[in-house]
């Protein structure tokens, strides 16, 4: 199974400040990397698929990068909606696998 | 405009069973695979299993945590995706998703509003 590390855990930021989030596979998932947004008592939202590509409706502040093992969420400048819990999969490889998500809270 | 409702979700006690339903509209069902996850209170998210469509096999994977116990089908005629739940843990307890996959690969472009499953005694 492959083993997805996010990190941080948390990120305080300002709005308007910019926000990057860590992703790290336990092996190489190549570019099979997707990012979901999730708020509270709401399901997840996909964000990002093959590492860098934004689902339709995304904004363009949202923006992946990485392949192999290593990959970033970066969020340009932070607005109320963005603040919420992130989630990096992979679908490399069965069985499909989460991270444990990196909260953006407001500083 | 998409729409994935789950129902079937509530209370139960371990060792009982318990059936999903997850109703489909605003897209033609048969044209995906459909999954399944969950997420146990205040925790992240699991895949629990996913079945391709018809086309592809119809075939199906689970998570070793459910494998044995879940069962997922689908009736594309009425455009509904189940999750057989048996011998249920404690453990179990969670919101479940149903999920639709986006086509070629295993991300996911809509999901449900989730039904809560518990289990306790």
Known sequence: EIVMTQSPATLSVSPGERATLFCRASQSVRSNLAWYQQKPGQAPRLLIYGASTRATGIPAR????????????????????????????????????????????IK | EVQLVESGGGLEKPGRSLRLSCEASGFTFGDYAMSWFRQAPGKGLEWVAFI??????????????????????????????????????????????????????HYFDYWGQGTLVTVSS
């Open chain 1, 62 to 105: 949202f923006s992946g990068s990485g392949s192999g093992t290593e990959f970033t969420l970066t969020i340009s400048s932070l607005q109320s909606e963005d603040f919420a819990v992130y989630y990096c999969q992979q679908y490399n490889n069965w069985p499909l696998t989460f991270g444990g998500g990196t909260k953006v809270e």
């Open chain 2, 52 to 105: 391709r469509k018809k086309a592809d096999g119809g075939t199906i994977d689970y998570a070793a945590s459910v494998k044995g116990r879940f069962t997922i089908s689908r009736d594309d005629s009425k455009s509904i995706a189940y999750l057989q739940m048996d011998s249920l843990k404690t453990e179990d307890t969670a919101v479940y998703y149903c999920v639709r996959d986006s086509g070629t690969y």
